[in-house]
């Protein structure tokens, strides 16, 4: 089915009709059309373009007011302060506009006409390493721009740059060829998290006793760094070693992102050592264009605009004056398979804010070497910290970087608490309170990241995620199962649009908010603003919460077609958040 025109779309359209007509010399003109609590709609384009003229605005507005095709859309218009149009759309206009979104399994979301193909690289936790609170934000914000964006029509390539190269795997792979059972596993077959959880105990004993061992037995230290050089060079038996701890550390991610319920596949995981065999060429490549230069030995870019506190220029460095290569040639190389092998028109990277200098660096640096161009863009969409109740950076009471599998397990055990309190009153097993508990405590964590801009730190406090009141993710999915209760009770009496009929003020609220799902979507993933939808749903949520308490959908029963139609936009209501929510990565229980 094709897309559904928004009420928006179709009054803005029939008022720039009429500016025109009303002055013609001034060509197309944008009527600024934007919500309004004096009216549904408040024009405001007609000061502007009356300045242009040197018209009269109020004039201006009365002429175009008199040449509006209100068509069945429009009720009423009238000219308001120095010349805006306060628009009121009819009540059959609006439910014939959700009738249509309805009949739409997309819900009359229009596909990007103009979609290309975007590489999103987030989630990128480190080989050998645990993740920690530090690593939810890129995963969380990454999978849900994923989600919108294929929504709308983009081809998404997911691409998780996973730190698995450097001197540490020298000596890493060093102990493991000396202690040849560190990473033998001993966990049942078929419990992944048991798995995950004992790869990466096995990673923690064997990167620990490798630290000590390197820093203390010299002899060791000699033969790890000797390792490093082996591994750099491609020596068959090293990269075997070193493979085995790529592979170990996957088990353990995919134990986390398990638990964040997000799928991760093998071929999205491409970390650095996936660009080493473009490393020299990239830094050629750079050099013979002169986009790059030799300073004291190391390749480096330099640009007018980023200076040292002493002044001086600083530099982007691309090769270390000993022939080591930094992340530069390594984000650059990729780069250059994002745009020339995966044909990419558009790069996300999901990457923490304090990286932003390198990364600004690193796009001015492919702009130069032209792989990055007007057809090619490339954007950080930076994020800040998670911080503690305390406003300072999120830590356990010892001090320590508090562990994503903690924190996410802490969550859905305070969730499911809450789930079991009201359990019995809405009948759930305790099946169905375990697998809500994990919905809702996992669904809170990824809500309090995604409802705030992902610029912003913000502060973690589970007792507010797990919250039935405010801005959480439990406040919404209550609202979803709220009304599965209501669409159940409703017994014989079945959802139906009856555009005749005249709209409660709440009804009014709740359908043009509907109205504008499609709007929103689009402006979501233009902007790569996944926190504009969860406040879109956050006001639905609201928006329906005053529409039931204030009109009847079940007791009392109200007449028969006003009841249909109520429950029409109790039914369209649901399917709208299960499939915002279900953009944001959060799943939504039919019973709560």
């Given at each position: 089915?094709?897309?559904?025109p928004?009420?928006?779309?179709?009054?803005?359209?029939?008022?720039?009709?009429?500016?025109?007509s009303?002055?013609p010399?001034?060509?197309?003109?944008?009527p600024?059309?934007r919500r309004?609590?004096?009216?549904?709609?408040?024009?405001?384009?007609?000061?502007?373009?009356?300045?242009k003229?040197?018209?009269?605005?109020?004039?201006?507005?009365a002429?175009v007011l008199?040449?509006?095709?209100?068509?069945?859309?429009?009720?009423?218009?009238e000219v308001s302060?120095?010349?805006?149009l306060?628009?009121t759309?009819s009540?059959?206009?609006i439910?014939?506009t959700?009738?249509?979104?309805?009949a739409d399994d997309?819900?009359?979301?229009?596909?990007?006409?103009?979609?290309?193909?975007t590489?999103?690289d987030?989630?990128?936790?480190?080989?050998?390493?645990?993740m920690?609170?530090?690593?939810?934000?890129?995963?969380?914000i990454?999978?849900?721009?994923?989600?919108?964006?294929?929504?709308t029509?983009?081809?998404v390539?997911?691409r998780?740059?996973?730190g698995?190269w450097g001197?540490?795997?020298g000596?890493?792979?060093q102990?493991?060829?000396?202690?040849?059972?560190?990473l033998?596993?001993?966990?049942a077959?078929?419990?992944?998290q048991a798995?995950?959880?004992e790869?990466?105990?096995?990673?923690?004993?064997?990167?620990?006793?490798?630290?000590?061992?390197?820093?203390?037995?010299?002899e060791?230290k000699?033969?790890?760094?000797a390792r490093?050089?082996d591994?750099?060079a491609?020596?068959?038996?090293?990269?075997a070693l070193w493979?085995?701890f790529?592979?170990?550390?996957?088990?353990?991610?995919?134990?986390?992102?398990?638990?964040?319920?997000?799928?991760i596949?093998?071929?999205?995981v491409v970390?650095?050592?996936?660009?080493?065999d473009m490393?020299?060429?990239?830094?050629?490549?750079l050099?013979?264009s002169?986009?790059a230069?030799?300073?004291?030995?190391?390749l480096?870019?330099f640009f007018?605009e980023y200076?040292?506190p002493d002044?001086n220029?600083?530099?982007?460095?691309?090769?270390?004056?000993?022939?080591?290569?930094?992340y530069?040639?390594?984000?650059?190389?990729a780069?250059r398979?994002?745009?020339s092998d995966?044909?990419?028109?558009?790069?996300?990277?999901?990457?923490?804010?304090?990286?932003?200098?390198?990364f600004?660096?690193v796009?001015e640096?492919?702009?130069r070497?032209?792989?990055?161009?007007e057809d090619v863009k490339?954007?950080q969409?930076?994020f800040?910290t998670?911080?503690g109740?305390?406003?300072?950076?999120?830590?356990?009471r010892?001090?320590e970087?508090v562990?994503?599998?903690?924190?996410l397990?802490?969550?859905?055990?305070?969730?499911t608490?809450?789930?079991?309190?009201?359990a019995?009153k809405?009948?759930?097993?305790?099946?169905?309170i375990?697998?809500?508990?994990?919905?809702?405590?996992i669904g809170?964590?990824?809500?309090?990241d995604?409802?705030t801009?992902?610029a912003?730190?913000y502060k973690?406090?589970l007792?507010?995620?797990?919250s039935?009141?405010?801005?959480?993710?439990?406040?919404?999915?209550y609202?979803?199962a709220?009304?599965?209760?209501i669409?159940r009770?409703?017994?014989?009496?079945?959802?139906?649009a009856?555009?005749e009929?005249?709209?409660?003020?709440?009804e009014r609220?709740?359908?043009l908010?509907?109205?504008g799902?499609g709007a929103?979507?689009?402006?979501?993933?233009?902007e790569y603003a996944?926190?504009?939808?969860?406040?879109?749903?956050?006001?639905l949520?609201?928006?329906?919460?005053?529409?039931?308490?204030?009109?009847?959908v079940?007791k009392?029963e109200?007449e028969?077609m006003v009841?249909?139609n109520?429950?029409?936009l109790?039914?369209?209501t649901?399917r709208?958040?299960s499939?915002?929510m279900?953009?944001?990565?959060i799943?939504?229980?039919e019973?709560l």
């Amino acid at each position: 089915m094709a897309s559904v025109p928004s009420l928006a779309s179709s009054v803005e359209q029939r008022v720039a009709d009429a500016l025109v007509s009303a002055l013609p010399e001034a060509g197309a003109a944008d009527p600024l059309l934007r919500r309004s609590d004096r009216a549904d709609f408040q024009a405001n384009g007609i000061l502007a373009l009356a300045k242009k003229a040197k018209a009269n605005p109020r004039e201006l507005a009365a002429t175009v007011l008199d040449g509006l095709d209100k068509g069945g859309v429009i009720k009423e218009v009238e000219v308001s302060g120095p010349g805006f149009l306060n628009i009121t759309v009819s009540d059959e206009a609006i439910i014939k506009t959700l009738a249509a979104r309805a009949a739409d399994d997309r819900l009359g979301v229009p596909l990007n006409a103009s979609a290309g193909t975007t590489v999103i690289d987030y989630a990128q936790p480190n080989v050998a390493k645990e993740m920690h609170v530090g690593h939810l934000r890129s995963a969380v914000i990454g999978a849900a721009m994923v989600e919108i964006l294929e929504f709308t029509g983009e081809t998404v390539i997911r691409r998780h740059h996973i730190g698995d190269w450097g001197t540490q795997f020298g000596m890493l792979i060093q102990y493991l060829l000396e202690h040849p059972h560190e990473l033998d596993h001993k966990a049942a077959e078929g419990d992944p998290q048991a798995s995950g959880e004992e790869a990466m105990s096995n990673l923690n004993r064997l990167y620990k006793a490798s630290r000590a061992l390197f820093d203390s037995d010299e002899e060791f230290k000699t033969r790890a760094r000797a390792r490093v050089v082996d591994l750099q060079a491609g020596d068959p038996e090293t990269l075997a070693l070193w493979q085995r701890f790529v592979d170990e550390s996957k088990i353990y991610f995919y134990s986390v992102f398990n638990k964040l319920d997000m799928d991760i596949q093998d071929p999205d995981v491409v970390g650095e050592s996936g660009y080493n065999d473009m490393l020299v060429e990239t830094c050629k490549l750079l050099e013979e264009s002169g986009v790059a230069v030799r300073s004291n030995g190391a390749l480096c870019v330099f640009f007018d605009e980023y200076k040292g506190p002493d002044g001086n220029p600083t530099p982007l460095i691309v090769q270390k004056s000993d022939g080591g290569f930094g992340y530069a040639a390594t984000d650059l190389s990729a780069i250059r398979n994002r745009v020339s092998d995966l044909s990419a028109t558009s790069l996300i990277y999901v990457v923490d804010a304090r990286q932003s200098l390198h990364f600004k660096m690193v796009f001015e640096t492919a702009r130069r070497a032209g792989w990055l161009n007007e057809d090619v863009k490339a954007v950080q969409l930076a994020f800040g910290t998670v911080l503690g109740k305390d406003g300072k950076p999120f830590k356990t009471r010892e001090g320590e970087t508090v562990r994503l599998v903690d924190l996410l397990d802490e969550a859905v055990e305070r969730a499911t608490a809450v789930v079991r309190e009201k359990a019995e009153k809405v009948g759930l097993t305790e099946a169905e309170i375990v697998e809500n508990g994990q919905y809702v405590g996992i669904g809170a964590v990824k809500y309090a990241d995604l409802s705030t801009s992902a610029a912003r730190d913000y502060k973690f406090d589970l007792d507010q995620m797990v919250s039935l009141n405010g801005d959480t993710s439990v406040y919404l999915q209550y609202a979803y199962a709220r009304i599965r209760s209501i669409l159940r009770k409703a017994g014989e009496r079945r959802p139906a649009a009856h555009p005749e009929l005249e709209l409660a003020p709440a009804e009014r609220a709740l359908g043009l908010h509907l109205d504008g799902f499609g709007a929103l979507i689009g402006e979501a993933a233009a902007e790569y603003a996944p926190h504009k939808l969860a406040a879109y749903l956050y006001q639905l949520s609201s928006l329906f919460t005053t529409f039931y308490d204030q009109c009847p959908v079940i007791k009392p029963e109200p007449e028969l077609m006003v009841g249909e139609n109520r429950l029409f936009l109790c039914d369209l209501t649901a399917r709208t958040l299960s499939k915002g929510m279900s953009l944001l990565g959060i799943r939504t229980p039919e019973k709560l």
